[in-house]
């Protein structure tokens, strides 16, 4: 599913309003740290699909990356 790259609040949710998504996701593992980034499992509530999210915060606590990986299906 390829999207973005976005940058900014704005560009965010202008990508949301344009295709929201279909289905929720929950975390299945515990949140691993590496490096700067926190890692953590999900998996799409409706699909069963998982995969990763990748989080770099800045000093004010604020999201400065995220990356959104989806596992290859089986």
Do not use: N
């Amino acid at each position: 599913m390829p999207a973005g790259p976005f940058e900014g609040r704005a560009s965010i949710a202008a990508a949301y309003a344009a295709d929201p998504p279909r289905e929720g996701i929950e975390r299945t593992g515990p949140v691993a740290v590496d490096g700067d980034d926190r890692v953590v499992p999900y998996r799409w509530l409706l699909s069963g699909e998982t995969g990763t999210m990748r989080l770099r915060f800045g000093s004010d606590g604020d999201v400065r990356r995220l990356v959104v990986a989806f596992d290859q299906p089986s």
